[in-house]
Structure formats: structure tokens, C-alpha cells
């Protein structure tokens, strides 16, 4: 089984649609959570991190729940500028990632 | 305020061959972890390094060896290249490795 596991997409969406992405982890020793966005060949970029109590930014929420060792991420009202793809990262002393969701906002 | 710093962007080696990447962490850190990333998957941690040693390594052979300086810079080495080491490294850098980290831009390598 796999440390990180995501949903692995393609989610393609029209703009203004509210897309949900999931992870699971499998270790329980882990101590933080993260949403990395990864553009086409660039480089992750720290999103938001992932706290128990929930956590929102803009139009992103996230969501951590310890006891299923599930992470979420919610984005409302797409913006074409939001395809990309979402990488979910598990930190015990070393970040472990998801294989990614890809996202596809469309006109 | 740089960011992290990585050389060089783009490399082509040949099977067999050796080949060195380097990395700068952003100002203030002191840990360095290096990713593998191929093409449609997520990044696979090779090593990460503070005070200038391995603390941890993921699932990766012993062609793959790296260095951290004293300026907490660091090097990844790989041997006897081979074709599926073609990939993206990405080096990224942390304060301690348990907070937010912080990614270069990585280098693609090409091995033909």
C-alpha cells in the first residue's frame, strides 16, 4: 500500500464548479499536512497546509481528519487559473506526496 | 530574499555515465531533501539532509549518494546512469524538516 494515496483524476470541471480532491495516509506517526498546486514541468508550491481544525483561504478549504487519516481539499467557484495539478503531502520528518489529482477548469 | 536555488535547469547524460546536481536552500534553512519526480507521478523522496548528514533515505539504490556543506548547499550524485533515471529532481529546503518546505525548480535530467 502506498503511504499517500489520492484520487487520480483528470477532474475536468467548467469555471464556477466546486471540486473536492481526497487523500489518505497510512502512517499515523504523521505530524503535518499539506496541498501542494504543481503547474505543467514547474516545480510544487505550497498551497495551504492541512490543519485538524480546518482550515479555509479564499476559495480553499481544507480538511484533516486524524482518526480516518483522510485529508481533503475543497475549491469553490473554479477559475480557469486553478488547472493544475494537486499534490497532497504527509510530513513525518520527510514530506511524502500523493501521485497527484490533475484539475481542468473549462470555459 | 532568494528562494531555493538549483543547477544546473536541464542536463542530458548517456547510459552509464555519472552526473552531479546542486542545490541552495533558501535563506535559513538548514535541512535539504531531494525528490524524483517521472513524468504523471508525484515526487518520490531519495534523502534528506541536516548537519551535513543523511537522516533519512527513501526506496532509492545506492547509485544514488549525496553531500551536504557546511553552508547547508548540497549535491546529489548518481552513478551508472540509467534510463529510468530520467526524471525531474527537485530539491527542497526546511527549517529542521518538520515545517513548511520550500521547492527549487528543479533540474530535468535525460539520460539517453
Redesign the interface.
Known sequence: RKE?E?DPGPFNVPEGATVAFNCTYSNSAS??F?WYRQDC??????LM?VYSSGNEDGRFTAQLNRASQYISLLIRDSKLSDSATY?CAV?Y????????TRLAVHP | DAGVTQSPTHLIKTRGQQVTLRCSPKSGHDTVSWYQQALGQGPQFIFQYYEEEERQRGNFPDRFSGHQFPNYSSELNVNALLLGDSALYLCASSMGGDYGYTFGSGTRLTVV
Open positions: 499517500v489520492q505530524q503535518s499539506f514541468r514547474k516545480e510544487p508550491k505550497l497546509s499534490l510530513n520528518n520527510k514530506l511524502i506526496f500523493g501521485a497527484g
